[in-house]
């Protein structure tokens, strides 16, 4: 098993990874200084409207009032998040919790320690060449597909779906995973695939540019998954308390919003984050995410989602052993966020 978290903690290129972490994103501008605020870097695994509570959470200013500054960070990817956390580039890491789980079975002594669940389904959809209204998943059969990073959620949810229909990852279909995570949409057009699988906004992105249709949305079709949660090193959580806290508070008020306006109210307000795409589309986007009940009503990580996530990681041949939950999960902080 070729897993990218294996020899994770013996490499030597921690260092020279965490230097990938440094595009910086809209609407997390520096706060002055001598403001006041505590200054938390948060690295996430992509830029998607598949976070819309985050970014919510970011332009209604819900950080600032906790008293963060936050400083986000696109790592591009869940190996990458893990590398800046572990080196020490990030405080906190926004990823699919698989990371966690492969660096704690590699033995790592300061791991990281899930303390608040996002997103309660899979966010990224089948795209294919050609319209399909009438899709089915048997007609994977014999095709090829850009399915995303072997040992990411993205792949491991794909796989967990595939068997489900009753399709061998390995034999039935052809999986092209040599395509860095986010730049999938863009290599589609003349990759020769016949399907890739995207978040958004670059599903929408390859319908409205005539090169792509959404046939299937894996989060309605895996139903509901652990996708994404927030964590932070051991040694962090337990000297920085309040403020794993305050960042878990202005994540559950990100939430509240999402989860009681519009698609076209929670647009309007996370449009600063997405300003390459139009706010039609946004709203578009938004609303799909929503109709699938994307988002958790809390934070807090339970016990089965994370016995879910290492059946997953199980299926697909990607789990090294099984860890404990109470050693990777903490709900203190989701729990104190609402009350």
């Known amino acids: 098993m070729n897993n990218p978290f294996r020899n994770f903690f013996s490499s030597g290129v921690l260092l020279g990874l965490s230097a990938l972490c440094l ?3 809209a609407g997390c501008s520096p706060v002055k ?23 919510a959470a970011i332009e209604l200013g819900y950080f600032q009032d906790e008293g963060i500054d936050l400083t986000l960070v696109n790592g591009g990817g869940a190996d990458k998040v893990m590398t800046a956390l572990v080196s020490g580039d990030a405080d906190i890491g926004f990823m699919g919790s698989e990371a966690s789980i492969y660096t704690y079975a590699n033995g790592a002594e300061d791991y990281a320690v899930n303390f608040a669940q996002l997103t309660q389904r899979a966010g990224n959809f089948l795209v294919s060449r050609t319209p399909d209204p009438d899709f089915s ?18 792949q491991l949810v794909f796989e967990y779906i595939l068997k489900k229909h009753g399709l061998n990852p390995q034999t039935d279909l052809a999986m092209d995973q040599s395509i860095s995570f986010g730049l999938t ?19 929408t992105s390859l319908e409205m540019e005539g090169k792509g249709y959404v046939v299937s949305s894996l989060g309605e079709e895996s139903g509901y998954v652990p996708y994404t949660a927030y964590s932070a090193k051991k040694s962090y959580l337990e000297a920085n308390p309040e403020i794993i806290q305050k960042f878990t508070n202005a994540i559950q008020q990100g939430l509240d919003y999402v989860n009681s306006h519009t698609p076209e109210e929670i647009a309007q307000t996370i449009h600063p984050q997405f300003k390459e795409t139009d706010l039609t589309a946004l709203t578009r986007i938004v ?16 016990k089965e989602s994370f016995d879910l996530l290492q059946n997953i990681l199980d299926e697909g041949g990607e789990l090294p052993a099984r860890v404990p939950y109470e050693d990777l999960v903490t709900t203190e902080f989701s729990e104190k966020a609402l009350r």
């Open 185 to 203: 949409a863009a290599a589609f057009p003349s990759s020769g695939a016949d399907y890739t699988v995207e978040f958004e906004p670059y599903a």
């Open 287 to 302: 609303k799909r995410y929503q109709d699938q009940d994307t988002w958790k009503g809390d934070t807090i990580f339970q």
């Open 33 to 55: 200084k001598n403001s006041g605020l505590t200054p938390v870097t948060l690295n996430e695994v992509a830029h998607s409207v598949f976070y819309a509570p985050q970014y």
């Open 137 to 154: 998943w048997d007609e994977l059969q014999g095709k090829s597909v850009l399915a995303g990073r072997k040992g990411g959620m993205p």
């Open 23 to 25: 595009t910086f994103l």
